[in-house]
């Protein structure tokens, strides 16, 4: 029987409506980014960007493209969804053949998720499919982050010995190595005399913004060499075990010299977005005392003017100046015209010297002379001894050598080399101080490197405990920063003095200096100067009872305890 036109119509319908369902459950509609199925057509995607695509039909590929300048960090590429199956493929740098990294399922989740730390600066491709290839996925969310290169720190730049900036005891410099493969170099000089407890770390925080951790490696190089390594440290904890990655070096002495320090990452492919480095010792002092200069009046009611030092550890050579006319020269008033130097050992004239052009080393003393700074003298009449001494207590008498009475300058001088073993511990100066004398002044030069302590004395009343006669009643003591024009010290009566009666009477002991009375007005200081030129001035307080007065300047080598 025929069939009727009507069915044959049907069926052709219900064909139709069926071919168009298949072809539904196969294909969705495309999204805004196609065609991007092959690498030449990659969507670009930009530094923190997301993106919507979809695998619209079974089969279907979604390149998308990116490129990371030098320096980028913590690479992460990700996608997500409400359903679906993501496979990710990662290519690059400059090339969509060479694979880099690829990844299906990220923990329980199925879409996918690729991080690289440090990746390479370049082009890179990535090629987004459905895991099996045989399924579509509606939607779903493509991102791409990283973290840009960090600005290089103030220091840089410092990526090499040559380059290094320098670093001064006890600071601390905020640094970041900046992009893979930075040095952070730094440099710093340890003074004559080495230095102890040294210590050179790096700091901060472990883990940076990521929750990457920070890992240091420092090198110290040294003494005046950029690649002779003296200590290297990685991590200060001691081991992978532990949870400080930075660093640190401790060395118990560095010998006198210029240091580098570099600094960087462990692998020395990575970044750290911020340390601090600081480095710390203690100098060991080489300052000493290295001259004494007093002007004085000397002869008749003023007495003879005296002037003692002290030598200690090894034989020291010194030079001893009496200077008379000369002084006029420098606008001082009767000075006395033709000096004599007298030096005593106990109680014994060892040598004297009256005309210092007369002297059989004459050509030493004005080389010597002219080397220490000391002004030339313009009369053949001054008297200048320069002569080797052993250690001992020296006093030296200044005179006139017709007995007239006038103004003197008496010096004293190291004209040791600055690293001879011997050493000058001790200066003093006795003379008549206050009423018509005026104030007694003295100058003093501390040399070398760090601080020196000394104690400081103005002894008037003790005096006559030796049998001085007419001794000051109540001498004060002020010293000066010839530098700053700034007192720096100043004492009246030593038992009330800030330092305490107790700590100057056993530093006095230590330095071997006579006790002073107990009640007495004597002034003294312990006091801890830097290297420059002092003055000392000694005077009666408001004027009151003159006399004969004894200023010492002693050495303290270790700090007594109180």
Do not use: C
């Not at 600094?263 to 001259?291: C, E, F, H, P």
């Not at 007495?303 to 550890?313: K, N, V």
């Not at 530093?507 to 002073?516: N, Y």
Request: charged share 20%.
């Amino acid at each position: 029987m025929p069939i009727p036109i009507f069915t044959h119509r049907r069926l052709w319908l219900a064909l139709i409506f069926l071919t168009a369902g298949i072809a539904a459950s196969r294909l969705n509609a495309s999204d805004s980014f196609e065609s991007d199925n092959i690498a030449s057509s990659a969507t670009p995607i930009a530094n923190g960007a997301t993106q919507t695509h979809s695998i619209h039909e079974v089969g279907d590929k979604d390149w998308v493209s990116f490129t990371l300048p030098l320096g980028v960090t913590n690479l992460v590429i990700e996608t997500s969804g409400a359903s679906g199956d993501t496979e990710i493929f990662l290519f690059g740098p400059n090339s969509s053949t060479t694979a880099v990294a690829s990844n299906d399922d990220w923990g329980n989740n199925t879409f996918s998720k690729i991080i690289r730390d440090s990746p390479t600066a370049g082009e890179y491709f990535l090629r987004v499919e459905e895991y099996s290839n045989n399924a579509t996925i509606d939607s779903y969310a493509i991102k791409v982050s990283w973290s840009d290169p960090l600005e290089g720190d103030s220091f840089e730049p410092d990526n090499t010995a040559e380059t290094a900036v320098a670093i001064s005891n006890g600071q601390t410099q905020n640094r970041s190595i900046h992009v893979d493969g930075d040095l952070d170099w730094a440099t710093f000089t340890i003074g004559a005399g080495g230095a102890t407890d040294f210590v050179v770390e790096t700091a901060g925080s472990t883990v940076d913004q990521f929750n990457l951790s920070r890992d240091t490696v420092l090198t110290l190089f040294g003494p005046n060499s950029t690649t002779t390594v003296l200590e290297e440290n990685d991590d200060i904890d001691g081991g992978p075990g532990g949870n400080n990655r930075f660093s640190r070096i401790s060395l118990g002495s560095l010998a006198a010299g210029t240091y580098h320090v570099r600094v960087m990452d462990y692998n020395n492919n990575d970044r750290i977005d911020g340390y601090t480095l600081r480095a710390a010792w203690t100098q060991v002092s080489t300052a000493k005392l290295s001259n004494l200069s007093v002007r004085a009046k000397t002869g008749g009611e003023f007495g003879t003017l005296i002037l003692g030092f002290a030598t200690s550890t090894a034989s020291k050579e010194i030079l001893i100046r009496g200077m008379g006319p000369t002084i006029a020269d420098f606008g001082v008033q009767n000075p006395i015209a033709d000096p004599r130097l007298d030096m005593v050992l106990n109680g014994d004239v060892i040598d004297e010297v009256d005309d210092w052009i007369n002297e059989p080393n004459v050509s030493d003393i004005r080389t010597r002379s002219a080397a220490l700074g000391a002004f030339a003298p313009t009369w053949s009449f001054e008297a200048i001894l320069l002569r080797s001494v052993e250690p001992n207590p020296y006093t030296v008498l200044v005179t006139d050598v017709f007995g007239d009475t006038g103004e003197v300058l008496i010096e004293a001088y190291d004209a040791d080399s600055p690293d001879a073993a011997g050493r000058l511990t001790n200066f003093s100066t006795r003379t008549q101080v206050g009423g018509s004398a005026g104030i007694l002044t003295a100058g003093f030069v501390i040399a070398g490197t760090g601080d020196l302590t000394l104690l400081i004395r103005g002894v008037g009343p003790t005096l006559a405990d030796y049998g001085v006669s007419d001794v000051m009643g109540d001498p004060t003591l002020r010293v000066i920063s010839s530098a700053t024009g700034a007192d720096v010290g100043f004492n009246d009566d030593w038992g009330f003095a800030s330092s305490g009666s107790t700590l100057l009477r056993t530093t006095a002991s230590a330095v071997g200096a006579f006790a002073l009375r107990e009640d007495s007005a004597d002034a003294a200081l312990l006091i801890t100067l830097p290297p420059g030129v002092y003055t000392v001035q000694m005077d009666a307080y408001d004027n009151m009872s003159p006399g004969t007065g004894l200023v010492e300047i002693y050495e303290v080598r270790s700090s007594p305890r109180r």
